[in-house]
């Protein structure tokens, strides 16, 4: 299995797993919004070492202005406790916009009694690596399967 390019996940701004003048290609990416250095180091390396390009953010703001300057990614893993604009936000903005609220969510977080509507999936933190790839895997297949 080839290596997916990996982001910087301490730059604040995103970052892109692919040349300056070449965004991803539609779905061939998993967004990750988690303002925990250290935690989007982890998820970043995870899903890097399962062969996912991953573009992480730090904070629902940026990975908005992302959503909606690029193509969509195949899944988007969102935390719900950040500054500025949280996860709840973010999901009830990508919820109101049509193109958005197609791109499947989610949620990583400590807390898990508050998910909001429209969440795939939420992944109590901390997570089982083994359970994060396989969601992954299977809501990014979903939308675009592997024909042979």
Known sequence: MRRAPRTDP???APTIPVSKSKRPQPSHYVLLVEDEVDARRAVVDLLAEAGYAVL?????????DSLRSGPPPCVAIIDLMMPGMNGWQLIDAMRTDAQLSRIPVVVISARTDAAPP??????????????????????CDQRHPITG
């Not at 992480?56 to 908005?64: I, K, S, W």
């Not at 429209?118 to 359970?131: H, I, L, T």
């Open 118 to 139: 429209g969440v795939r999936r939420v992944v109590r933190k901390p997570f089982r690596s083994e359970e994060l790839v396989a969601i992954v895997r299977k809501l």
């Open 56 to 64: 992480a953010v730090a904070d629902g703001r940026e990975a908005l």
């Open 10 to 12: 301490d730059a604040t």
